[in-house]
């Protein structure tokens, strides 16, 4: 196997990107803290109490219905504030209504979202809530839709 060595590296408050309001969940703080082309990016999502995320799918194809659409990726939250719902399943909108699967995440929990479902979280608690996130890089040739504004092109796939 022949991997370029990376030298290890600490990446301070002031190189993240702190995108503001996620435009899909106008109530919602979107930060990209950092990426590996060919391995995935970390970031921080910051929600009110009562407010959801948009959907997004990580399914094998894109059939339009969710927000976003990343591919057959995984991905983790920690979740350092607040108490959220993860709501998944086939169907966008019982996972948008909140009618899909669910589980409940507090304060320390690490959920792990699996490939081959779509996705909402909501701010469940009392208090705004803070997770910080990390999402793997799609397979290559996989087309991305991804309206957050972050750099997920730049963070995470490889360029073909």
Known sequence: MNRQK???RVIGMDAWEWFGPDELSPDCYH???SGVEGVGAVGLYCVPPGKQTNSFSM???DDGTADEYYGMCHEFY???T???TMYWGEDVTKV???KANKVLLK???LGYWTPGWKYSVKNTGKVPGTFFWGLSSAPKGTKIRDFTGSN???FVRKKE
């Open 6 to 8: 990376i030298e290890p």
């Open 31 to 33: 930060v990209d803290i």
């Open 59 to 61: 399914e094998a194809s």
């Open 78 to 80: 920690y979740i350092l």
């Open 82 to 84: 607040g108490e959220f």
């Open 96 to 98: 948008q209504k909140g």
């Open 107 to 109: 304060a320390g929990d």
């Open 152 to 154: 997920y092109d730049k």
